[in-house]
T-cell receptor, first 115, second 113 residues
Framework: ETGVTQTPRHLVMGMTNKKSLKCEQHLGHNAMYWYKQSAKKPLELMFV???????ENNSVPSRFSPECPNSSHLFLHLHTLQPEDSALYLC??????????????FGSGTQLSVL | KQEVTQIPAALSVPEGENLVLNCSFT??????LQWFRQDPGKGLTSLLLIQSSQREQTSGRLNASLDKSSGRSTLYIAASQPGDSATYLC????????????WGAGTKLIIKP
């Protein structure tokens, strides 16, 4: 079993749908992250949770709503998305955030298509 | 504002060649620089992390160098193999933002058998 697991792997949704992405880490880490990866663009950090507390929201539209019920699980709730939100959504974890030499461990991502 | 650039965006070479991938950044005030590998449709795997006080790091056939003063890093891959085909990304951790990595857009590498 991989350290960071994301489900589903693929998701197609209409602009009026509500869906959720799930991330689970089995590494005993305390920090979890959501990243957005669009084609040919650098990764964009969306949210950071450290010890279940949201520490960063990088000006992400409110149609994306994160939830972190415990240190092992992270959700991204989606509603009324736009076609430009189509991208690969990556979850990552680290022992903690805000440490100089922290390494990130990534899940395989959810490829999202918004029609 | 820190910016990270990777050139070229894509590279195709025959198997067995030694090759160099480039990463440049605009602000030398960094904690570290990391190289990652991403296979198609997959997440990222950390390859090497170079601290700001270091000049290079090695792991197997991979060697990453860091020249902070010139804002450059290279990833050297020796004796390339088809299994090395992937997208390689570099990211820096700026001193003034100790949690947020600044990413390059990546170099897509294809090793032809």
């Amino acid at each position: 079993e991989t350290g960071v697991t994301q489900t589903p792997r693929h998701l197609v949704m209409g602009m009026t749908n509500k869906k959720s992405l799930k991330c689970e880490q089995h590494l005993g880490h305390n920090a979890m992250y959501w990243y957005k990866q669009s084609a040919k663009k650098p990764l964009e950090l969306m949210f950071v949770y450290n010890f279940k507390e949201q520490t960063e929201n990088n000006s992400v539209p409110s149609r994306f709503s994160p939830e972190c019920p415990n240190s092992s699980h992270l959700f991204l709730h989606l509603h009324t998305l736009q076609p430009e939100d189509s991208a690969l959504y990556l979850c990552a974890s680290s022992q903690e955030f805000d440490r100089e030499y922290e390494k990130l461990f990534f899940g395989s991502g959810t490829q999202l298509s918004v029609l | 504002k820190q910016e990270v650039t990777q050139i070229p965006a894509a590279l195709s070479v025959p198997e067995g060649e030694n090759l160099v991938l480039n990463c440049s950044f605009t602000d030398s005030a960094i904690y570290n620089l990391q190289w990652f590998r991403q296979d198609p449709g997959k997440g990222l795997t950390s390859l090497l992390l170079i601290q700001s006080s270091q000049r290079e790091q090695t792991s197997g056939r991979l060697n990453a160098s860091l020249d902070k003063s010139s804002g450059r890093s290279t990833l050297y891959i020796a004796a390339s193999q088809p299994g090395d085909s992937a997208t390689y990304l570099c990211a820096v951790r700026p001193l003034r933002s100790n949690y947020q990595l600044i990413w390059g857009a990546g170099t897509k590498l294809i090793i032809k058998p």
